[in-house]
């Protein structure tokens, strides 16, 4: 079983910037391939970004990239997602995913767990 802790969402003005953080435990990181999506109230959620076990492989959502990056530290179990360029529209519950392969994907379904999710809100 894998747990999944977000941490560093928050309330932030469009330009700014923010760094979600997303600690694993119960396995090791270096055997999930991992992913970010989000949801915005009334709508479905939807891929951000995903990330290969070793990290050598990165995809992005047209809609952020350029904007996010997404890096993993397997010694310390946590994936981190660095936001800037914040838009209004940015503004979801972030949610961390996991899944015990070396091939990230970008489906919901590919992925057996999930964070908690944080808050991000962007103001304009």
């Known amino acids: 079983q894998v747990q999944l802790v977000e941490s560093g969402g928050g309330l932030v003005q469009a330009g700014g910037s923010l760094r979600l953080s997303c600690a694993a435990s119960g396995r090791t990181l270096s055997s999930l391939a991992m992913g970010w999506f989000r949801q915005a109230p009334g709508k479905e959620r939807e891929f951000v970004t995903s990330t290969n076990w070793s990290g050598g492989s990165t995809y992005y959502a047209d809609s952020v990239k350029g904007r996010f990056t997404l890096s993993r530290d397997n010694a310390k179990n946590t994936v981190y997602l660095q936001m800037n360029s914040l838009k209004p529209e940015d503004t979801a519950v972030y949610y961390c995913?996991?899944?015990?392969?070396?091939?990230?994907?970008?489906?919901?379904?590919?992925?057996?767990?999930w964070g908690q999710g944080t808050q991000v809100t962007v103001s304009s």
């Open positions: 995913a996991a899944r015990p392969a070396t091939i990230s994907r970008s489906t919901i379904l590919s992925y057996d767990y």
